[in-house]
């Protein structure tokens, strides 16, 4: 009778670490792509930033990403004007990457909301100062592979990045050098499934 309840048991623990390892994707650093927006009074950048690691399991509503800062890149601008502008977002001024090599976000809340839909709550580390992050994101999985999509804001601000932000300086004295605090971000993280644990 207890040899009985000892298969029960270790066929209950293998089929739970099945499903677990059934929904649990790494990320592809290579194929996925993260994309930013600036704008300011005359105008905006654009460009991408590299997704360095990170993974996603479904049914734990959990899951993590960490973003290589070095890996920013201006895509509007060529040249000179594209260095400078790369090298003013690596500054003091902006993201000191010199210093913070590193941004991350860890998934805290994952709820869908139909079909392929969810509403993604997590914190988002940048220049070491965390703060929460709430956006839709559309996540589709097929039988080897699962994907992340989402376009959403955030106030550059909250992670003490304040150049020419019309709230901590004169606006007048600003004029068109002014630079908005809502930064666009765009997702588009693919995933591998990962083999099950031994």
Request: glycine share 8%.
């Amino acid at each position: 009778m207890k040899f009985g309840k000892s298969m029960i048991m270790a066929a209950a623990v293998s089929l739970i670490s099945g499903v677990a390892s059934a929904s649990t994707y790494s990320f592809d650093a290579a194929a996925s792509k993260i994309t930013w927006v600036g704008k300011k009074v005359t105008g905006q950048h654009n460009g991408t930033i590299n997704l360095k690691s990170g993974e996603l399991s479904l049914d734990k509503n959990s899951g993590s990403f960490v973003i290589d800062m070095n890996s920013i890149a201006c895509e509007d601008l060529k040249g000179e004007w594209n260095e400078k502008l790369v090298g003013h977002l690596k500054s003091d001024d902006f993201f000191n990457v010199s210093k913070y090599s590193e941004a991350k976000f860890v998934l805290n809340s994952l709820k869908k909301v139909s079909g392929d839909k969810y509403k993604v709550t997590g914190d988002l580390t940048v220049k070491n100062i965390t703060k929460p992050v709430t956006f839709d994101a559309v996540i589709t999985t097929a039988k080897e592979s699962a994907s992340m999509k989402a376009n959403f804001s955030i106030d550059r601000t909250k992670w003490d990045i304040k150049y020419n932000s019309g709230k901590f300086f004169d606006v007048k004295q600003l004029g068109d050098k002014m630079i908005y605090d809502q930064i666009e971000i765009g997702l588009d993280l693919k995933g591998k499934k990962m083999a099950k644990a031994s």
